[in-house]
């Protein structure tokens, strides 16, 4: 039997943070964090992927070019990068989406695929415009494709969405909002509905089910005939108990990431603008004496020298004085669509 432990509250430190945090989203007494089958039920990661178009304006921001994107989405879609690896090493499944990569992502992952040239067509246009800005952000021109989804041929766990939200990415915050309203509120339903699909998952009906469900069917039909309300009622019940049963294959514990050459510069610019209050703010403790800085914020990325940290960071205080207006009048949603990318927020949807 269980026994309560005499002890501080608080004495075990972060341990004690986590068991709490685990016992809020299990919703058991006892946590179980070594009882996989017990506490931790299918677990999942959700990988959302897109470009940025700030890159594609100006390379020096990463180390890597903006082709780097598809590679490893395709490596992804394969079973080969770390995400997948590590979510097969612990039994998840791995939804890696494509919310605006700029290259085809149609075969990652397909027995037949033929990757070409992995620069997709960035490396095509030379005038460092991408087509969102060439065309207005989210223009009818800029038209979404329809969503396909499959299975990883050669990593099983995986599977690959197809969800793009603007073909090429985002634009260029350095000159205009990263992504329109429309972009932006698209990109987070995008997250919403990835972890309702994961979470409420549904496999076949086992034999129980399909029995409960047929005799809640059959006992509705005779109780309508009957004309009893407490039969139809009964019926209900059952059909519900059944579904619900169904329900708890899903995912219980769903991990988030994602992936695009130049997130960490949207990811610093958003810090900073969430981290300075806003003009009618007046829900936040008082300001720091020093607001954060975008040097402060920015770091080296995937392996840039602290020249170009500093160019990346003087690039972010940039686009934060040309968008003020827009963060002041909308507040964090606007920092996420002038200063953030479509991956993150994909993200911010799965979370809301």
Not at 74 to 83: K, P, Q
Not at 304 to 333: N, T
Request: net charge positive.
């Amino acid at each position: 039997p269980r026994r309560a432990r005499a002890k501080p509250v608080g004495s075990l430190g972060a341990l004690e943070d986590w068991a709490a945090r685990l016992a809020a989203l299990q919703r058991p007494y006892w946590p179980a964090a070594d009882r996989p089958a017990a506490s931790v039920r299918a677990p999942a990661l959700l990988v959302f992927a897109a470009d940025h178009g700030c890159v594609l304006a100006h390379p020096s921001l990463s180390a890597f070019p903006r082709a780097v994107t598809l590679a490893i989405f395709r490596t992804i879609a394969a079973g080969g990068a770390a995400s997948a690896v590590l979510a097969k090493a612990n039994g998840a499944s791995l939804e890696l989406i494509d919310v605006g990569v700029d290259g085809d992502t149609s075969t990652a992952g397909r027995a037949d695929a033929a990757y070409g040239d992995v620069a997709g067509g960035a490396r095509a246009r030379d005038d460092k415009r991408s087509p969102s800005e060439e065309r207005g952000v989210g223009s009818e021109a800029e038209r979404r494709p329809l969503p396909t989804e499959w299975v990883s041929h050669a990593a099983p766990h995986v599977r690959v969405l197809v969800r793009k939200v603007a073909p090429y990415g985002t634009a260029n915050s350095g000159t205009a909002p990263a992504m329109s309203r429309a972009q932006c509120a698209a990109a987070m339903a995008e997250g919403a509905a990835a972890v309702r699909r994961i979470v409420a998952r549904a496999l076949p009906a086992d034999d129980n089910d399909v029995g409960l469900s047929a005799a809640a069917t059959e006992t509705g039909a005779a109780s309508a005939a009957a004309a009893a309300e407490g039969e139809r009622e009964a019926g209900r019940d059952r059909a519900r108990a059944a579904r619900a049963r169904r329900q708890e294959r899903g995912a219980n514990v769903v991990c988030l990431g994602e992936l695009g050459i130049g997130n960490t510069t949207a990811a610093a610019a958003l810090l900073v603008a969430l981290a300075r209050p806003l003009p009618a703010d007046t829900t936040r403790a008082p300001a720091p004496r020093q607001p954060l800085r975008a040097v402060d914020a920015v770091g080296v990325g995937t392996g840039l020298d602290e020249a170009a940290r500093l160019a990346k960071a003087a690039f972010v205080e940039r686009a934060l004085a040309r968008h003020a207006q827009l963060i002041a009048a909308e507040g964090a949603l606007g920092a996420l669509r002038a200063l953030g990318g479509l991956e993150l927020a994909a993200m911010a949807g799965a979370v809301t």
